[in-house]
């Protein structure tokens, strides 16, 4: 096997091993339950929103959503069932870290997407992109790509076999 075809297949490798849920994580990371926490150095709530701004944050289990603003909205019920959050935005999982500009959480599903300029880290591999897809509860990531000068619309990862 040629060097290249290696690294191709440790990448490959490494990318399902990202993208594809883990057996002992699907169960642990359910939060859908989990009662929701936040904080922000100002905030406002409605009957529809609570919106938070500066150092926003919202936690739920062992999940946590960071941005600049964050707007939590109700359901019929009055019961959180979608998160926005914009600036700078970093949500993370006991495995995984996700960066980008904006995200939407939806609770009731525990799906996270993530846009504008992604970066996605388990451990010491990085995977960017433009759009990453995440859920919760199968601890599943797709990322798409993005138009990065010389790169064009490709998502660029790189990834550390075991042991390395």
Known sequence: ???????????????????????????????????????????????????LRGRAEVTQGDNRLRADAITLYRDASGDPDRVEATGTVYFVTPTQSMRGDRAVYSLDGGEVVVTGNVVLTQGRNVLTGGRLTYNVNTDAATMAGAPRGSAGNRIQGVFYPNGN
Do not use: W, Y
């Open 1 to 51: 096997m040629t060097a290249m075809k290696m690294k191709m297949l440790a990448a490959a490798t490494a990318l399902t091993v990202l993208v594809l849920p883990s057996v002992g994580d699907a169960q642990s990371n359910r939060t859908s339950n989990q009662p929701i926490a936040f904080g922000a150095d100002s905030g406002e709530q409605t009957a529809e929103t609570i919106s």
